[in-house]
């Protein structure tokens, strides 16, 4: 059984960096693209990152320059650098792999 536990969320003045991690369980993912959506309030799930299993990345283009993704197969953990992060990238992050589902980690703007 898959499982996968977000982690670094917080409060963040415009501006601010985080970086959040995604630890999955269950199999080994050295195989297997990896992805971080988010969700704001009122709105529909986006996709925000990908990580390919063969080193490619790709991001939702309100975040290109500002997220970086990457992952340590050693410890099937997902990363999400985020930079100069804005008001609107408040949202609940969640990472996708083989279609399961972690609860998420929430980032807020504290401007």
């Known amino acids: 059984q898959v499982q996968l536990v977000e982690s670094g969320g917080g409060l963040v003045q415009a501006g601010g960096s985080l970086r959040l991690a995604c630890a999955a369980s269950?199999?080994?993912?050295?195989?297997?693209?990896m992805a971080w959506y988010r969700q704001a309030p009122g709105k529909a799930r986006e996709f925000v990152a990908i990580s390919g299993y063969l080193g490619t990345t790709l991001y939702l283009n309100a975040v290109k320059g500002r997220f970086t993704v990457s992952r340590d197969n050693s410890t099937n953990t997902l990363y999400l650098q985020m930079n100069n992060l804005k008001p609107k990238d408040t949202a609940m992050y969640c990472c996708?792999?083989?279609?399961?589902w972690g609860q998420g980690t929430q980032i807020t703007d504290s401007t």
């Open positions: 996708d792999v083989l279609e399961f």
């Open positions: 269950g199999r080994s993912f050295s195989d297997t693209n």
